[in-house]
């Protein structure tokens, strides 16, 4: 019996912390706070924590990787001091938030990076989102962005490549 109980409290707590944290327990709304990089943000929900939030659908430039300093500021400009709805698609393996991010005039954050050429179409996580695929394709044809360059290297060849080189160094 008291193991019973107190498996039935954990289980409860588990349920409460779960539902307390940002998009977690489904979409919210809040202010981006913060801007990481080209595809994350930080957004602090009405009366809640703060949480980081990847976009969801989509890959922007790693550090140090050319177009990088541009597309932060893209987002920057896009969302910093807004309020915005997110909508929670999933969590990724760093525990963020995996969403689509809608702002208040209903503009779609993820797809205007794309749009303006500031990122890629993630296909791996979004195999289905066409519509990204379509945003990218008008991107590299119109050559904005990064597609200026005429030889943009990805951001999973780029971190892939920067794991081999850690190994290398091993």
Do not use: H
């Not at 990481?36 to 809640?48: Q, S």
């Not at 924590?49 to 893209?74: F, T």
């Not at 915005?84 to 963020?96: E, K």
């Not at 379509?134 to 991107?139: R, S, T």
């Amino acid at each position: 019996m008291v193991k019973r109980l107190s498996l039935f409290i954990a289980l409860a707590l588990c349920g409460v912390l779960l539902g307390a944290a940002p998009g977690l327990a489904g979409d919210f709304t809040g202010r981006v706070v913060g801007v990481m990089d080209g595809d994350t943000i930080t957004v602090y929900p009405e009366g809640g924590a703060s949480a980081k939030v990847r976009l969801y659908g989509i890959d922007a430039p790693e550090r140090r990787q050319p177009y990088s300093n541009a597309a932060r500021k893209y987002l920057s400009d896009l969302v910093f001091g807004k309020k915005v709805r997110v909508r929670v698609r999933t969590q990724d393996r760093y525990g963020r938030v995996v969403a689509e991010i809608i702002r208040e005039d209903g503009v779609n954050v993820n797809q205007e990076m794309l749009r303006a050429g500031y990122a890629w179409w993630y296909r791996k996580y979004a195999k289905k989102e066409l519509l990204l695929l379509q945003l990218e394709q008008e991107a590299r044809r119109a050559r904005r962005g990064l597609w200026a360059d005429p030889r943009p290297a990805p951001p999973w060849e780029f971190r892939k490549g920067k794991r081999k080189k850690s190994l290398d160094d091993d």
